[in-house]
């Protein structure tokens, strides 16, 4: 799909659309994501905003990053957590997560099934910034924080 | 919740969201729609645009109206039909929708179920229109319109 194609009515299948396709999540050769795919349902001229469905595979998750942008998110499909600042949050179907401006935030599909979520940015924003060592030097000071990391929450 | 309210993590419950009104869907003493709440899950003074959800009960529709801005849908609960133009289609969980500038939309829970969508719109926005009742006898013109208004849609 490309922006400004109005299509009215695009059925899913499986958590895919038709017409829409199902991308890699971002062109980086370090290892800061694994097993994620982005597809944008939304994202058209007269819109402000975009919506894009991530699905995280069992295990995988996104980048741990922060940005002027706002998020908003809902969960479409599974569970799992994400991080929020120094927040650790068990996630469920189609829980909200608001992560506010320059808040480091990252999800992960810790629960032996994909985590699948709605996410809603304005189609105007700046890029993710990504954490310096010193950063995740200091988000690990936190004993939860630092499970959450390690793939390992202590939450739910 | 109010706009501006960035609360990080809200539960779901049965498509209820923690902290979360659930809203009488418009004041209007006219029966232009039946059995429709409304949910406002983000909206924000740093977000271009809100996502709302919209839950038909079975058997009731959202009202016939069209607005400059546009509307970008995502079934989340349960089936139905809707209307965008002069098109009819049968809904199902997971679909997307896209009604474009000034066409005449209206959403139905025509199978003994809800129908629960998501609905992204931008943050500025005009008010919506109503039909006057020549443009209700245009949109009868056409059989499976007259069908679907009748709430007894021949498709699916």
């Excluded at 829409?20 to 370090?30: A, G, I, M, S």
Aim: aromatic share 8%.
């Amino acid at each position: 799909m490309t922006g400004g194609d109005r299509t009215i009515h695009r059925k899913a299948r499986n958590y895919r659309w038709e017409g829409v396709d199902e991308l890699p999540y971002k062109e980086d050769d370090r290892a800061l994501f694994k097993s994620i795919t982005r597809q944008v349902l939304f994202a058209d001229p007269q819109l402000n905003g975009e919506l894009r469905y991530f699905e995280v595979a069992p295990g995988g998750f996104s980048t741990l990053e922060r940005h002027e942008h706002m998020h908003a998110v809902l969960i479409l499909r599974g569970s799992g957590h994400c991080l929020v600042g120094r927040e650790v949050r068990r996630l469920n179907t189609n829980d909200l997560v608001t992560v506010p401006a320059l808040t480091w935030h990252q999800f992960r599909a810790t629960h032996g099934e994909p985590l699948g979520f709605l996410c809603m940015v304005n189609a105007a924003r700046d890029k993710p910034q990504l954490p310096s060592a010193e950063d995740v030097t200091k988000l690990q000071a936190d004993p939860e924080v630092a499970a959450f990391l390690r793939n390992a929450p202590k939450t739910g």
